[in-house]
């Protein structure tokens, strides 16, 4: 993928900063930690993807410009949606960036690229991304990527939020007119978004021609299919089976691409906080899920590190990944 080139670095000090930037649809994480790996700073802001928020240079000035002021800053790691895929929101990226943190080392990447990086800690593996979105990266033993999916709700995205949220709204109007079984979905539904029961294709149809960011709006049905399957709801499960299907599709198409099989895999996105959701996944997938190293953001971090030269050893892993965990819980953040 496309990243600005290296700058030179400043001399290292114990004193040295980096930052890291985890941009997304529905919510944006920036980080800070010093050279031994120790987290030192965790915030949560907006969303910051140029595809679907009309005001995301401000967001992504807001929460990164305290970051940008930090004495001894010594490099920068963005991570942000759609980087890399469009050709005029990667050049917007970079200038904001540029504007933000001026002559300090830069490197821009995809932020399921950065994902990958600290799931595996910058080793070969396949990461399926489920969020608002969905896609899967690999690396290969030569440290090449490969991609698959990520085409927005309009052409694909099958197994994210979006698109388990819209099939929601299709299992609950499908039970609502008798097409189909009863369904918990109904009222789990009708309770989350506040509408009466009364009328509820009245009801159901006014909240969606309302909507002002429908993508997001739609994808945070998504929980409730995850935890109706969970209480064995046989709609939800339908549901959940079907992007579990999709998702391990992703999976399958770039192992035939790499020519190899049984590699190891990992998971990102909010989606897969779902047991029932990960259950599934690994039942197709036929063999259980390596547990992610870092989260996004710890990506994000290892990428900064990289990009100066700094030694980025098991050591400096286990210290981020605690220390990240630790602020994580501070402000209520899964950091996923």
Request: glycine letters at 12%; zero cysteines; charged letters at 20%.
């Given at each position: 993928m496309p990243r600005l080139a290296p700058s030179s670095a400043p001399p290292a000090t114990d004193t040295a900063v980096i930052v890291g930037i985890d941009g997304g649809g529905s919510k944006t994480l920036v980080a800070s930690a010093d050279r031994t790996g120790q987290a030192l700073r965790l915030q949560r802001g907006r969303g910051t993807s140029p595809l679907e928020?009309?005001?995301?240079?401000?967001?992504?000035?807001?929460?990164?410009?305290?970051?940008?002021?930090?004495?001894?800053?010594?490099?920068?790691?963005a991570a942000l949606p759609a980087y890399g895929e469009v050709d005029a929101a990667s050049a917007a990226q970079r200038q904001a960036i540029g504007e933000?943190?001026?002559?300090?080392?830069?490197?821009?990447?995809n932020d399921v690229d950065a994902a990958h990086l600290g799931a595996f800690a910058g080793q070969a593996g396949i990461l399926i991304l489920a969020g608002t979105g969905s896609m899967a990266w690999a690396r290969d033993a030569t440290g090449a990527s490969h991609r698959t999916g990520g085409w927005g709700d309009v052409i694909g995205d099958e197994g994210s939020g979006y698109w388990i949220g819209t099939r929601v709204l299709g299992a609950i109007s499908k039970a609502i007119d008798g097409r189909a079984a009863p369904t918990g979905l109904v009222d789990a539904v009708f309770v989350r978004l506040g509408l009466p029961s009364d009328d509820r294709m009245n009801q159901l149809l006014g909240w969606a021609s309302g909507l002002d960011a429908p993508?997001?709006?739609?994808?945070?049905l998504a929980p409730l299919a995850l935890e109706c399957a969970e209480a064995g709801d046989p709609a939800a499960n339908a549901i959940?089976?079907?992007a579990a299907d999709e998702l391990c599709l992703h999976i399958g198409t770039l192992e035939r691409q790499l020519a190899a099989s049984k590699l190891a895999w990992s998971f990102?996105?909010?989606?897969?906080?779902?047991?029932?959701l990960r259950r599934a996944v690994t039942a197709r997938v036929g063999r259980p899920a390596a547990p992610p190293r870092l989260p996004p953001v710890?990506?994000?971090?290892?990428a900064a590190a990289q990009h100066l030269g700094w030694?980025?050893?098991?050591?400096?892993?286990?210290?981020l990944a605690a220390s990240l965990r630790q602020l994580a819980e501070d402000i209520g953040e899964t950091a996923d």
């Open positions: 928020s009309p005001g995301w240079r401000e967001a992504l000035a807001e929460q990164a410009r305290p970051f940008a002021r930090a004495s001894g800053l010594a490099g920068v790691a933000l943190f001026g002559r300090v080392p830069q490197r821009l990447l993508r997001m709006q739609i994808a945070k959940v089976d079907a990102a996105g909010g989606l897969f906080a779902s047991p029932a710890g990506g994000a971090l290892l030694p980025t050893d098991e050591e400096w892993i286990e210290r």
